[in-house]
């Protein structure tokens, strides 16, 4: 069974920062890219972040570039989510996912596992 559990998720104020974590069971973690979502009340997922299987290429979208730095510690089945200078517009749940595939997608329904989420909320 494949688990993928987030943690990290707060209050915060804005310029605060957050660190999430996503810890995976159950797969070959090494060979799955890796991504962040978020879902604000009454908007779509989103696409935030993606990590390679390596971790030696990442993306970013563009409302959260310079700001959140996703990376990966395969020895831990662990992916990671520093997010910095927050604003109230990065108020979400947060997932990660898992995704097999070698291209590269922001797309939510192309991802194979997902976790349950942790909502981040950042006060004004």
């Known amino acids: 069974q494949v688990l993928l559990v987030e943690s990290g998720g707060g209050s915060v104020q804005a310029g605060g920062s957050l660190r999430l974590s996503c810890a995976a069971s159950g797969l070959t973690f090494s060979i799955y890219a890796m991504g962040w979502f978020r879902q604000a009340p009454g908007k779509e997922r989103e696409f935030v972040a993606r990590?390679?299987?390596?971790?030696?290429?990442?993306y970013y979208a563009d409302s959260v570039k310079g700001r959140f730095t996703i990376s990966r510690d395969n020895a831990k089945n662990t992916v990671y989510l520093q997010m910095n200078n927050l604003k109230p517009d990065d108020t979400a749940v947060y997932y990660c996912?898992?995704?097999?595939?070698?291209?590269?997608?922001?797309?939510?329904?192309?991802?194979?596992?997902w976790g349950q989420g942790t909502q981040v909320t950042v006060s004004s």
């Open positions: 990590i390679s299987r390596s971790g030696g290429n990442t």
């Open positions: 996912a898992a995704d097999k595939s070698v291209a590269i997608t922001k797309l939510p329904y192309m991802y194979d596992y």
